[in-house]
Each structure stands twice: as C-alpha cells, then as structure tokens.
C-alpha cells in the first residue's frame, strides 16, 4: 500500500514522499493511523548532523500519537479504534538488564527513528508490545505530549531529595522534566533559560523561580541538579551548584565527552545520575497525569503543521521562540 512518509534525506534537507509498504499485520500486531508526530530536539540534531550516533539519510520520528485500525492475529488486548501513543524503545527481553526489568538500559536496545526506522508515515505496522492505550477522551494532539513528558516523569524519579531543585535548560525537555518534579511535589525548582518566552511558560508551568543565566550564583544551593542541555559549560554548571551529597541528573544529550570536577563530587559524595529514555511504567504515569489534568501539555505545543508542509515545521521547530511543534499525519 502506498503511504506518505517523513524522511531526512540529507543533512538538512526534509522530504515528504510516497513510498509502498506492505500493511499486513502478524501474530502480535498492528496497523496504525497516525493522528500527530512530534518533533523533538534530537531529531534536529539527526537533521544537521550533529547526533552522536544517527546521521541522514533517516526515516524521523520517534514521538506519535495514533489510531488502530487493524490487529492482526492472537491480539486482543487492542482493537480497532483505539487511541493509542508509541514507546519508541525497543529492547531484546532477555539480556540481564531487561530480566532485572530495567529495560531502558537494555544492552541492545533500539529506537525508532536513530537506530530503527521512525515512524512519521501515514500508515504503519507495530507491536503491540510497543503500545499504550490512551483515552478516547484525551486529544491526539495531547497525547502526543506522552512521550516527551514521559523523558520528565522517569528523570524526575531518579532522586528523592526534592527539596530545592535546579533545572539548567528550559527547552521541551527542561520544561517536561519541571513537570515531571513538580508532579512529584518537589519544594521549590528554579529553572534557568536564556529566552525570556521560556522562561516565562516555565512560571507558568510551576517553576518556583526562573533565572537566566547570568542571574544565577553558581554556588552550592540545590539538593539536585538536572542538566538538560548537553554541554560542557551548564554541566560545569550543574556540578558547582549542588549541594553536598546531592546529585547532578543529566538528561540532555551530549554530542561527545564532557568532564566533571571529579575532586568535588568525591569529596561531597555528589551522585552523577545518567538518565536514559524511561521505563513502560513512566510512560503510564504520564499518560494518567495528562489524562487528569494534574499536567497541561497543551501550553507545551507551539504549533501544529499539516503533514504537506512538514519542511516547515521542522523549520519552525529551530525558532528560539518555539517549544514543541506537532505535524498532523492524516
């Protein structure tokens, strides 16, 4: 069948084009409608080239929200009609990190659109094993917020001393992980951007206080620190605000090698907490957070694009002014 598609063809370049794949589920599977896809931060470094280990030419996408509308045989925990959003996390099962049930650390893991192909076409196959029911009642557009706010749920999970807490970026990630602690009834999160327009949503999200970073004094003031930049000068940063036995949880991702004050976090015990995807239980507590109300996504969506002019949305993904740009599938 044929389906229209989203792929990096080359460095910079998006196209929309139409290509013939075949649509038959198998035993444990199904076809899905895609309703939204997001565009995420590492997808844009995919497009210039400046991921660690994906380059183009790629079919993108990693962030959906969908419709099935067919199962194919032995399924029957899905049925046609129901809304559905993707874990684009794809792990073996039986390495020892997945028998533990830690499978975002998985020893072989996969994810759709870096090392598996991504999922922004019209139309596609998938497991059921990969799936999440989410209300009829939520929006697809919101339920495409899933995934990101997923990244902010199981980071937000990996310290408990919430007690004063710094967020160092302010991008969609920055701001899902404030969701995320802020869901978690941490005290006090200062998040620090260098756009005001961030700034301000962050407020408007629940930040305590908001800094750029000029303001802040980078001395140690934070029980945690989550780094969700990637870079050597907000790690520097990161490590010289937390306090004694604190942590530093890193969540952006680094195009290379960065160092640490390895004397300091010795001598104070301060933990360095890598956070890696999530786990499918993150995932379902995003979805019931959105769901409730307790989180609005929507103030995350900057701007929804039909797929037809899905080079400008990437486009407009790259402004400073933009947080999380959706493009509608169907």
């Known amino acids: 069948m044929k389906v229209r598609q989203i792929a990096f063809e080359a460095l910079n370049k998006v196209v929309v084009r139409t290509v013939e794949v075949p649509l038959q589920p198998g035993p444990g599977e199904v076809v899905l409608a895609s309703a939204y896809l997001g565009i995420c ?14 380059k183009p030419p790629v079919v993108t996408g990693h962030e959906l929200a969908a419709v099935v509308e067919k199962v194919g045989p032995g399924v029957h925990s899905f049925v046609p009609g129901d809304h559905v959003v993707l874990n684009p996390l794809f792990t073996c099962g039986t390495c020892r990190r997945c ?25 596609l196959v998938m497991s059921t094993r990969q799936l999440h029911r989410v209300p009829k009642e939520l929006s697809l557009d919101k339920a495409c917020l899933v995934e990101p706010l997923t990244v902010g749920v199981h980071a937000s999970s990996l310290f408990d001393d919430l ?37 301000d949503l962050a407020k408007r999200l629940g930040a305590t206080d908001v800094l750029s970073p000029n303001q802040l004094q980078v001395t140690p003031n ?16 990161a490590c010289g605000c937390v306090l004694s036995g604190g942590c530093v ?40 957070l959105i769901a409730s109300g307790q989180v609005d996504v929507a103030r995350l969506i900057s701007l929804v694009r039909p797929l037809e002019e899905a080079p400008e949305a990437y486009l407009a993904a790259q402004s400073a002014e933009s947080v999380k740009v959706l493009v509608r599938m169907n």
């Open 41 to 54: 931060g590492s997808d844009l470094h995919v497009l210039h080239g400046r991921h660690p280990w994906t």
């Open 99 to 123: 028998c533990l049930g830690s499978f975002n650390t998985c020893e072989s893991a996969k994810v759709t659109g870096y090392r598996l192909p991504g999922v922004a076409q019209t139309k």
């Open 163 to 199: 007690e004063d807490v710094l967020v160092i970026g302010g991008g969609p990630i920055g701001l899902c992980v404030l969701l995320g602690l802020r869901a978690r009834g941490a005290a006090r999160v200062t998040v620090v951007e260098p756009i005001a327009f961030k700034r």
């Open 222 to 237: 934070y029980t945690a620190c989550f780094e969700c930049v990637g870079g050597q000068s907000t790690m520097n940063v």
């Open 249 to 288: 949880v890193v969540v952006g991702i680094s195009s290379g090698p960065i160092s640490v004050p390895l004397p300091r976090m010795q001598r104070f015990e301060i933990r360095m907490q890598g956070s890696g995807m999530y786990l499918p239980k993150d995932m379902d507590r995003a979805i019931q």
